[in-house]
């Protein structure tokens, strides 16, 4: 049983598309964050968020605590991008916690 | 960045041998944690500390164990390594849990022939 659901496993676009990366949890949160991996490399925090929606550069991440769902959006998106994108929860169920999606394998194509 | 640092980075060894990895902090946060990255898996936790000598397993925990004696050290140590355990691990840490972001050190590879 996975705790958290990332859709698709793997997409290709076009440098300058609009992106859209999905995220399902099935658990009560305490916060959710997006962590960017590129390949050969470590993991970095892109996003913690527990309501709304926030934004950094092309980068946009929302949530809806009702659906239990959260998508991550890049505008304009460039080959500097292509990375393995994550979402994680953080559990009120079992205290300190995180509950990681199995990644979204991003390519940009010049 | 936070200052995490883990050590080796690499290392190839074999079955049965022990091996301790080394997750070296310089932010002073009290939680760390030690993940494993397999190939369709997302990260899992092997175990995790909530400070010095307080530790708790996670749900890999089998084959492996920890060590926290120092606030800025927490190391994992794989009693007698088998094949299954070939994997990249990663160190995190947290100023306090689960509402508070991680910040990851760089991974170790490690293969046990």
């Known amino acids: 049983k996975n705790e958290v659901e990332q859709s698709p496993q793997n997409l290709t676009a076009q440098e300058g598309e609009f992106i859209t990366i999905n995220c399902s949890y099935s658990v009560g949160i305490s916060a959710l964050h997006w962590l960017q991996q590129h390949p050969g490399g470590g993991i970095v925090s892109l996003f913690m968020?527990?309501?709304g929606k926030k934004k950094h550069g092309r980068l946009i991440a929302t949530i809806n605590i009702q659906e239990k769902h959260s998508s991550l959006h890049i505008t304009a998106s460039h080959p500097r991008d292509s990375a393995v994108y994550i979402c994680?929860?953080?559990?009120?169920?079992?205290?300190?916690?995180?509950?990681f999606g199995t990644g979204t394998s991003l390519t940009v194509i010049p | 960045d936070a200052g995490i640092t883990q050590s080796p980075r690499h290392k190839v060894t074999e079955t049965g041998t022990p091996v301790t990895l080394r997750c070296h902090q310089t932010e002073n946060h009290r939680y760390m944690y030690w993940y494993r990255q397999d190939p369709g898996h997302g990260l899992r936790l092997i175990h995790y500390?909530?400070?010095?000598?307080?530790?708790d397993k996670g749900e890999v925990s089998d084959g492996y164990s920890v060590s926290r004696s120092k606030t800025e050290d927490f190391l994992l140590t794989l009693e007698s390594a088998t094949s299954s355990q070939t994997s990249v691990y990663f160190c995190?840490?947290?100023?306090?849990?689960?509402?508070?972001?991680?910040?990851f050190g760089p991974g170790t590879r490690l293969t046990v022939t």
């Open positions: 500390s909530y400070g010095v000598k307080d530790t």
């Open positions: 994680a929860v953080s559990s009120l169920n079992t205290g300190n916690q995180f509950y």
């Open positions: 995190a840490i947290s100023a306090s849990g689960s509402f508070y972001e991680q910040y």
């Open positions: 968020l527990s309501s």
